[in-house]
């Protein structure tokens, strides 16, 4: 037996024995852990306001439920179907991104990024980074002698279509992470040093060009270059990431326990239970929890990247390398704006920021990642 299928979960034990444990359980103990920080995020302040204080608590838990559901789900079939249907899932993600702008879409904090169905808002531009890592597998898959200059212009041109429309919403944040999954994406392809090298000098050009010809609106741009006035512009643009680092300095190292911090139950961090949840992290449970929790988002990117080790084929390691893309530098990049070291990027920390489509999408990155590991063998 060659040393690459010496760890490899052995071919004859059922699927279900060769679930990755420690996967499923970090994810589990993680978004159950969201639950309770978002509730201790949001009670006093629905209470303030005389509305039920376990609105958000309640609603979390069944995100966090449906998230499960659609990991099993995707766990349980073989991930090569995603090959098959990548085409209608890239069109069907087109549309509903287009369906933004056509008067569909629900309005909030300027920005068109939901669409209502029932009860519940469905957050196109939260699934459009797995369509995407489905589109680029797909298509880097079927090439398997390597990508010429003219895949690699068809790739990012299939790319470049949902990323714009994202980021016309706008949602900077998502298009930020889409780019980085497609670059991470192409590296893992094989795509040639001389392309990669190409597409950082266009993208630094590209972001100069929008800062300097003032592209993004306003708060766009004042909330990205806060990260180097941290500690300035207290009652502006910076209110948000400083109100978070004083919250996370309060902490301490121990914390003030859960559903206590005058920060958090004083509501003086805006839009704690999404973007800052990190925040509430730190206060209520110090530098220790933080870096408990910090661990634990680690130990599951690890088994995320272990299941791209372990692909039996090209389409299921990019698809494995995207979902670790996705949830590693959401975590990275969430954790760094909260704690004042990284722009503001409105990105949601996984599994622990209020949100269902976003906590149904991590839920999916995760049970793609399974099925690509539970058929790692010949």
């Given at each position: 037996?060659?040393?690459?299928?010496?760890?490899?979960?052995?071919?004859?034990?059922?699927?279900?024995?060769?679930?990755?444990?420690?996967?499923?359980?970090?994810?589990?103990?993680?978004?159950?852990?969201?639950?309770?920080l978002?509730?201790?995020?949001?009670?006093?302040?629905l209470?303030?306001?005389?509305?039920?204080?376990?609105?958000?608590?309640?609603?979390?838990?069944?995100?966090?439920?449906?998230?499960?559901?659609?990991?099993?789900?995707?766990?349980?079939?073989?991930?090569?179907?995603?090959?098959?249907?990548?085409?209608?899932?890239?069109?069907?993600?087109?549309?509903?991104l287009?369906?933004?702008?056509?008067?569909?879409?629900?309005?909030?904090?300027?920005?068109?990024?939901?669409?209502?169905?029932?009860?519940?808002?469905?957050?196109?531009?939260?699934?459009?980074?797995?369509?995407?890592?489905?589109?680029?597998?797909?298509?880097?898959?079927?090439?398997?002698e390597?990508?010429?200059?003219?895949?690699v212009?068809?790739?990012?041109?299939?790319?470049?279509?949902?990323?714009?429309?994202?980021?016309?919403?706008?949602?900077?944040?998502?298009?930020?992470?889409?780019?980085?999954?497609?670059?991470?994406?192409?590296v893992?392809?094989?795509?040639?040093?001389?392309?990669?090298?190409?597409?950082?000098?266009?993208?630094?050009?590209?972001?100069?060009?929008?800062?300097?010809?003032?592209?993004?609106?306003?708060?766009?741009?004042?909330?990205i270059?806060?990260?180097?006035?941290?500690?300035?512009?207290?009652?502006?643009?910076?209110?948000?990431?400083?109100?978070?680092?004083?919250?996370?300095?309060?902490?301490?190292?121990?914390?003030?326990?859960?559903?206590?911090?005058?920060?958090?139950?004083?509501?003086?961090?805006?839009?704690?239970?999404?973007?800052?949840?990190?925040?509430?992290?730190?206060?209520?449970?110090?530098?220790?929890?933080?870096?408990?929790?910090?661990?634990?988002?680690?130990?599951?990117?690890?088994?995320?990247?272990?299941?791209?080790?372990?692909?039996?084929?090209?389409?299921?390691?990019?698809?494995?390398?995207?979902?670790?893309?996705?949830?590693?530098?959401?975590?990275?990049?969430?954790?760094?704006?909260?704690?004042?070291?990284?722009?503001?990027?409105?990105?949601p920390?996984?599994?622990?920021?209020?949100?269902?489509?976003?906590?149904?999408?991590?839920?999916?990155?995760?049970?793609i990642?399974?099925?690509?590991?539970?058929?790692?063998?010949r």
């Open positions: 037996m060659s040393t690459s299928l010496a760890h490899r979960p052995a071919a004859g034990r059922p699927l279900a024995l060769r679930v990755d444990i420690t996967l499923i359980l970090s994810t589990v103990i993680v978004a159950g852990l969201g639950v309770v978002v509730y201790s995020a949001t009670r006093s302040k209470a303030a306001a005389g509305i039920n204080p376990h609105y958000f608590l309640t609603r979390q838990a069944a995100y966090v439920a449906v998230g499960g559901v659609f990991m099993i789900v995707l766990a349980a079939l073989d991930y090569r179907w995603l090959e098959h249907a990548s085409a209608a899932l890239y069109v069907a993600m087109i549309l509903a287009l369906a933004m702008f056509t008067g569909i879409g629900s309005s909030a904090l300027g920005a068109t990024r939901w669409v209502q169905l029932g009860p519940v808002q469905v957050q196109p531009s939260a699934f459009a980074t797995l369509v995407l890592i489905v589109t680029v597998a797909t298509f880097c898959a079927r090439r398997p390597g990508l010429a200059r003219n895949d212009l068809k790739v990012l041109g299939l790319a470049a279509v949902p990323i714009l429309l994202v980021v016309k919403q706008p949602d900077l944040g998502s298009g930020i992470v889409m780019a980085v999954v497609l670059f991470v994406m192409l893992i392809a094989g795509v040639p040093n001389r392309y990669l090298l190409l597409l950082v000098l266009l993208t630094v050009t590209g972001a100069f060009a929008v800062v300097h010809f003032k592209l993004l609106k306003d708060y766009q741009l004042n909330r270059t806060a990260v180097f006035h941290v500690g300035k512009n207290l009652q502006s643009s910076g209110y948000n990431v400083g109100q978070s680092v004083a919250a996370i300095g309060s902490g301490g190292s121990w914390g003030a326990g859960l559903f206590h911090g005058s920060q958090t139950n004083l509501a003086y961090v805006p839009e704690q239970q999404t973007d800052f949840i990190f925040s509430a992290l730190g206060e209520q449970l110090g530098f220790v929890g933080a870096a408990g929790v910090l661990a634990l988002l680690g130990i599951l990117s690890w088994r995320l990247l272990r299941s791209a080790q372990l692909a039996r084929d090209a389409f299921g390691r990019l698809l494995a390398a995207g979902c670790f893309t996705l949830v590693a530098f959401s975590v990275f990049e969430n954790a760094g704006m909260a704690m004042g070291i990284m722009p503001v990027a409105g990105i920390l996984p599994f622990l920021s209020y949100g269902g489509s976003a906590t149904v999408a991590f839920f999916s990155a995760i049970g990642a399974i099925s690509v590991q539970l058929r790692a063998q």
